[in-house]
């Protein structure tokens, strides 16, 4: 598999496209200068190669 996670700073979220789904994504506030993931979601039915 040849993904790259990418940093969508306006929806604060870190997403992941996987072929022909919707994307994995995290959800994160940043605090103190650290990163705090909130939520992750993904796909039901991901199909990893």
Known sequence: MDAEVKDNPV?????????GNAP???????????????HTRGPAAAKLQ
């Open 11 to 19: 929806m604060h979220r870190f997403e992941l496209s996987l072929s």
């Open 24 to 38: 994995a994504v995290s959800y994160y506030k940043e605090k103190d200068g650290r990163v705090i993931l909130l």
